[in-house]
């Protein structure tokens, strides 16, 4: 086979640990600050940029097919997306979709767009007080404001009033958006979904069963895999395909969240990126899925061997633990390797961390990845780890 000569624009140092997969030659557009040793060691050249914008990705992507035969153009971070894609669409070259990729970035397309289908969830882009005051007449409270374009939780809210509504739509007005999205809040258990699509097959990678702080939006555990009866996994997997196809999604991982209420699922929102809260490595190591280098890899032919994943597979089942108070990483180890298998552990130490109250997913200092040989052997040993966690945070003046 061939070796096919792939832009890829930005990543997470730690995506580029497996990169790249066999007969994959990369060329990466990514800013200075987030060049690591890792991306060092998988790239065959790095085209620097100062920030993901259409002007500076379309100029290294232009560098690097003046210089080699490029066969593709691709992105699987949140800001790269969209920039990945315009300049793919300019170039002519093969990638992820510019028109899926404006739907997953802006949320009220992507409502707009599934509007009058089973899919649809009544939403407003709201300009004024008279807008939310109706929709809220309309559906009731709770419900959901947010910035249409926003991610890890920024900007969010589930208002239980209209005087809360309008306090926090004014809070967003200040902020500079003309308009923000309301949507109608809608009851169950929440999940993650993760997809891949090879050329137009989807595929239900794994679901995550996702836990958020009491009463607010912030991730503070992730279990994958979920725990879901054959019946349930099924009627995700028929809904996403369902949506994969309205939405005209052909090629790569989509991270989709869903809630889940008895027979009903209803969309939260849909990412065309791996998840994540380290999710992504959470699929690579249970499921054997490399999400990314499964895109790249069968961008132009094959299909992912079975046989090949069930290899690759580490753990049964792991655990995403998120810190809201800063914890030294060798305190942590020192502890909790004693009780399981620690696969990461990351934490920011600064002066102000411990006064810090957490409001958007960006702001918490670190992270516990853990990993156990099944799902039953998780269950048994996360409720420790969380109380060891619990404690050490109070011990520090910190507050959930």
């Not at 832009?7 to 990369?26: N, R, Y």
């Not at 991306?39 to 690097?64: C, H, M, P």
């Not at 005209?248 to 791996?274: A, C, F, Q, S, T």
Request: hydrophobic share 40%.
């Amino acid at each position: 086979m061939a070796t096919r000569k792939i832009i890829m624009v930005g990543s997470q140092d730690e995506i580029f640990e497996e990169l790249p997969p066999e007969d994959i030659e990369l060329y990466v557009i990514q800013p200075a600050s987030l060049i690591g040793p890792r991306l060092r060691v998988a790239a065959a050249d790095i085209y620097t940029i100062e920030a993901f914008n259409d002007e500076q990705v379309l100029a290294g992507a232009r560098f690097f097919c003046e210089r080699h035969a490029i066969d593709g153009l691709f992105s699987f971070t949140e800001y790269g997306l969209l920039p990945a894609a315009n300049a793919a669409k300019a170039l002519g070259l093969p990638g992820i979709s510019a028109e899926t990729t404006e739907l997953c970035r802006n949320k009220w397309k992507l409502r707009e767009k599934l509007a009058g289908t089973p899919l649809h969830v009544p939403f407003v882009m709201a300009d004024n007080h008279a807008s939310l005051t109706q929709f809220s007449r309309e559906n009731g409270f709770p419900l959901v404001l947010k910035d249409p374009s926003g991610v890890g939780s920024i900007n969010v809210k589930i208002c239980g009033s209209l005087s809360e509504t309008l306090v926090f739509f004014d809070e967003l007005q200040q902020q500079g958006y003309a308009y923000v999205l309301a949507e109608k809040y809608v009851q169950g258990t929440e999940y993650s979904v993760e997809t891949l699509s090879i050329r137009g097959r989807h595929q239900l990678i794994g679901v995550t069963d996702k836990h958020l702080l009491p009463g607010g939006l912030v991730e503070q555990k992730h279990v994958y895999p979920a725990a879901l009866t054959i019946e349930a996994r099924a009627r995700i997997e028929r809904y996403i395909c369902r949506l994969l196809e309205q939405i005209e999604h052909r090629h790569g991982p989509m991270h989709i969240e869903v809630k889940v209420d008895e027979e009903r699922i209803y969309l939260i929102e849909i990412n065309n990126r791996p998840g994540g809260d380290y999710i992504w490595d959470m699929v690579n190591k249970v499921s054997g899925v490399n999400l990314v280098a499964e895109t790249l890899r069968y961008a132009f032919d094959g299909q992912p061997d079975s046989n090949e994943r069930q290899t690759r597979q580490r753990y049964g089942a792991m655990s995403y633990i998120a810190l809201f108070q800063p914890i030294p990483p060798s305190t942590i180890r020192q502890t909790l390797e004693k009780m399981t298998e620690l696969d990461r552990v990351q934490c920011q130490i600064s002066p102000s961390s411990n006064e810090r109250e957490v409001r958007n997913s960006f702001e918490r200092p670190g992270f516990v990845l853990i990993g156990e040989q099944d799902a039953a052997s998780l269950s048994a040993v996360l409720p420790a780890i969380e109380e060891w966690i619990d404690a050490q945070c109070c011990h520090q003046g910190g507050r959930l």
